[in-house]
């Protein structure tokens, strides 16, 4: 049996201009539920915060949303939030003016988890968003995410993230999706200002990005505390960190341009590797590029434990930044040059901040 929900007798669309008020539909789990063509309005303000504007869809089991509109709404216009869900895919919708379009919450938080499992979302586009674009966590897995476009809304709630990983989830794919503009500005200015394009905990794996990019974020581009990532491809720029590298990974043809710090405190930084564990990365063939002016260090390192980096075939044009910078009181990296880091091409001010 398959459910189908179309625009066809719909009271409330864009069209008609009717206001269709938030609600939950109940998907059915006796076979596939088709949610097609329609129009969800929540009764979030244009210029509203907090997490208020309601939520459009409590999506179950095998479900496919697709060709609709999700304006005004709140925290999770589609909510993930049962004990187990699988097979939902979510493609060519347009999304506005929300607090988070995908949330996956449990119901009773934290004791009984709500995975979610061989998810999709697939051409998307989504702007002013104040949160994020979505959030997965607990044991999620085998989830697609691809040519998918979304856009903070400039002034965004704090530690806002474009798409966020957390708990345990694992085996997710990213291509060709794009974060722009996840910028804190509601904190002071003394204080450390978070705001990611890209996110994954500690406890995730197997996280994988293609082509993907991330600029505007007020912290990081791709701030990744996965084990084992893998980025092909993929582009960051105006980010105050471009890349945040905590645990250990790949990150193949990958660029950066331009990190910009747009407030609070700390410092800017293109390929930046942090945390307590000595992160250990391979930088295969990155390409760095920056003005005159921009003094970022190519290679940040804030670690509390030696950081490990195996650098091949790099291309950096970073004419007044210095190429590694070492925070005070922190331990010296090892970085490893293939071939050696004189027949490599790299131009910057001075090797050593």
């Known amino acids: 049996m398959t459910g189908l929900i179309t625009r066809r007798g719909l009271i409330g669309t864009a069209a008609a201009g009717i206001v269709l008020r938030p609600s939950l539909l109940q998907a059915q789990t006796s076979g596939l539920t088709i949610i097609d063509g329609r129009t969800f309005r929540g009764t979030r303000s244009p210029g509203g915060s907090g997490t208020d504007g309601g939520t459009a869809i409590k999506a179950e089991s095998n479900t496919l949303i697709r060709n609709c509109y999700f304006l005004d709404l709140g925290n999770g216009a ?28 449990s119901w009773n938080h934290p004791d009984v988890p709500a995975p979610v499992s061989d998810f999709t979302v697939r051409r998307v586009n989504a702007a002013r968003l104040a949160r994020n674009f979505m959030r997965i966590r607990y044991g999620s897995t085998r989830g697609l995410i691809e040519d998918v476009v979304a856009r903070g ?30 910028c ?57 960190l471009n890349y945040r590298l ?34 250990n990365y391979v930088l295969d063939s990155p390409v760095v590029r920056a003005g005159a002016t921009n003094k970022a260090p190519v290679l940040y390192f804030q670690s509390s434990v030696p950081a490990t980096v195996t650098i091949y075939n790099a291309d950096i044009d970073a004419p007044g930044a210095a190429l590694i910078q070492v925070d005070k009181g922190r331990p010296a990296p090892t970085i490893k040059w293939v071939p050696e ?13």
Not at 161 to 173: N, P, R, W
Request: charged fraction near 25%.
């Open 78 to 105: 589609i909510r993930l939030f049962h004990t187990t869900t699988q097979n939902v895919t979510v493609e060519d919708c347009q999304v506005a003016n929300m607090y988070r379009f995908i949330e996956n919450w």
């Open 246 to 279: 905590w645990n250990s990974g790949t990150l193949k043809n990958c660029r950066s341009e331009n990190p910009v710090k747009r407030g609070g405190t700390g410092w800017i930084g293109h390929f930046s590797f942090v945390g307590g564990s000595g992160p």
């Open 184 to 240: 804190e500005t509601q904190r002071p200015s003394d204080k450390y200002w978070n705001g990611d394009g890209f996110s994954d905990e500690r406890g995730n794996s197997k996280i994988r990005y293609y082509s993907c990019v991330a600029t505007g974020s007020s912290d990081g581009g791709f701030d990744t505390k996965s084990q084992e990532v893998y980025m092909e491809g993929c582009f960051a720029s105006g980010n105050k």
């Open 341 to 353: 880091r004189s027949q490599q091409k790299i131009r910057v001010a001075r090797d050593y901040a």
């Open 153 to 182: 809304n400039g002034e965004c709630a704090n530690y806002c993230v474009g798409f966020a990983l957390d708990d345990e989830a694992h085996d997710i794919v990213y291509r060709r999706v794009e974060a722009h503009d996840f």
